[in-house]
């Protein structure tokens, strides 16, 4: 009988960790976990009333277990921490690369190295280590190579976990989850994380697999996600010039219990840090490999997506063409309920009707502006309201490109007199009340449907 978990610690505190980490401490009140960043910024966001991460339901969990058995602590005590711990996961960023071998496209894993070089330096004993981050295939051999080199004498295990969670929902993903994947190369540390999460994932829902296609599903869940809102991206436009309605064509596809109905929402294009970086990773992987053929496949993906976002701004600066005027956009985050803006379909936007000279008038309930301004590089031209109202008045376009709640409810009979003459509203996301605007006399122009 194998000594039970005790232990955990965690690298890295963003999306993932934090969230994770506090879902992991919930469930099982004996096992010390903590999450160490070298963010020291963050860290003590982590500790303070106000968390780094907004995600509906995670304050309830922090509050509950922080202090108990969930701590966050810097990169100098983490150290300390690495000595005891049974479980060690690596939950940092693995962005695209942006230079050397593969650069935009090949995921930079120097993050993932210097956390393995942190472990190989301060582990003692026997530890598992497991990929909580996205990783390309085979990626535990560089961890395994950078582990083998411990001064200690210390033993290593390698799996494979990665985490399916989608911003916005990440707690209740957590919890329920439709599976949790790992992957690993001996049954026994396999059944020690098993362990962990079998005090509230059914064991049907935890599935085992060899470590390098459980790298590859990740990458691979994340494709087919992208895939299916590219595909019916591709539709809407079609839509548009003959007549079709996106949402009614999806309803039909996604009845089909072969299809399911489930990521058919045409939109101004999918944002979020990681699938377009994994589709890259996914592209870069089939070109080294040798499969050009399959490589050209998912890029269209991306491609199709890039397009999408073009073509809804083209729509804008066409209409107000050399009048110039203001553009309200309402809407930031890559999707509702997060604060993440991370590859957001709204800053290439932004960017967009910037370089076409318009004003452009921001508000969105939880992204930090001044960060946004930042990504978008430049500052001229580029606003921030207080409310969605506030950013309505004197609009001569208005430009939807998150599904918030508050959207769907505006209304728009009470705004009409405050926007421009002859303003038409953009709606990436089909989501505001477009018959209520039509009847007091404002156009809209929906994705996937005709004007
Ligand atoms: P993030 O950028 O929010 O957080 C990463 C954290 O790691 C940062 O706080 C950074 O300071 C820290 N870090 C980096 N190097 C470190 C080091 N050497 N030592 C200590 N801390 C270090 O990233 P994220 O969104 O949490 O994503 C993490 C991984 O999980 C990525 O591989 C991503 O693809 C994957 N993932 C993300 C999501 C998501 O919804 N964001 C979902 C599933 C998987
Ligand atoms: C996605 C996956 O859903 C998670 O399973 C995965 O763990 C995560 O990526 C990751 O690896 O980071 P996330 O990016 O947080 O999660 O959010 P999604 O709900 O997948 O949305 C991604 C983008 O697609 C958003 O911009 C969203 O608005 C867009 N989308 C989604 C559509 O345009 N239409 C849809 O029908 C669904």
Redesign the pocket.
């Known amino acids: 009988m194998k000594p039970p978990v005790k232990k955990i610690v965690c690298i890295g505190a963003g999306y993932v960790g934090g969230p994770t980490m506090a879902v992991i401490a919930d469930r099982c009140p004996d096992i010390e976990v903590t999450v160490v960043d070298l963010n020291a910024t963050r860290i003590a966001a982590w500790n303070s009333g106000e968390l780094p991460v907004y995600e509906p339901g995670l304050d309830a969990v922090v509050h509950r277990v922080r202090g108990r058995n969930l701590f966050f602590i810097g990169q100098l005590e983490g150290a300390k921490k690495l000595a005891d711990a049974d479980i060690v996961f690596i939950s940092v960023n693995t962005p695209t690369k942006t230079e050397g071998e593969g650069a935009g496209k090949a995921s930079d894993l120097r993050y993932v190295e210097s956390c393995a070089q942190f472990i190989a330096e301060h582990a003692t004993g026997h530890t598992i280590v497991v990929e909580k981050s ?1 990783m390309p295939v085979r990626a535990a051999d560089t961890i395994k190579r950078i582990l083998g080199k411990n001064p200690h004498g210390g033993t290593f295990e390698v799996l494979s976990n990665p ?6 929902t990440a707690i209740r993903d957590l919890e329920v989850p439709d599976r949790v994947l790992i992957g690993g190369e001996r049954p026994e540390p396999i059944h020690a994380l098993s362990s962990v999460y079998a005090r509230w994932v059914p064991p049907e829902r935890i599935i085992t697999t060899g470590l390098w296609s459980a790298e590859l599903a ?1 990458l691979a ?2 494709a087919f ?2 895939q ?2 590219s595909s ?2 591709a539709l809407s436009a079609l839509c548009e010039v003959t007549g079709a309605d996106v949402d009614e064509v999806a309803k039909v596809v996604g009845s089909d219990s072969r299809v399911g109905p ?6 101004v ?7 377009k970086k ?1 589709i890259l990773s996914l592209v870069y992987l089939c070109e080294f490999h040798g499969v050009p053929e399959a490589a050209a496949y998912w890029q269209q993906v991306i491609d199709l997506n890039e397009w999408q976002k073009r073509r809804f701004a083209d729509k804008i600066t066409r209409q107000l063409g050399a009048k110039k005027g203001k553009v309200a956009v309402l809407g930031l985050a ?2 509702k309920d ?1 604060n993440d803006f991370r590859e ?2 709204a800053i290439d936007i932004c960017r967009q009707l910037l370089a076409a000279g318009l004003e452009v008038v921001t508000y969105d309930p939880q992204v930090d502006f001044a960060d946004f301004g930042k990504t978008v590089g430049t500052s001229a031209g580029l606003t921030k309201a207080v409310s969605a109202t506030a950013a309505l008045k004197q609009a001569s376009a208005v430009a939807v490109l998150t ?1 918030w709640d508050e959207f769907r409810s505006i209304d728009w009979s009470a705004a009409a007199s405050q926007l421009a003459p002859g303003v038409v509203i953009y709606d990436g996301r089909n989501v505001i009340d477009a018959q209520m605007a039509r009847k007091v006399g404002i156009q809209t122009n929906s994705v996937g449907v005709q004007k």
Request: proline share 0%; glycine share 12%.
């Open positions: 996205t985490e399916f969670l989608a911003e916005g990740k869940a994340n996600l992208a299916r809102v019916i991206n489930k990521f058919l929402k045409a939109s294009g999918f944002g979020g840090s990681c699938f994994d890559f999707k997060t957001s379909a599904e």
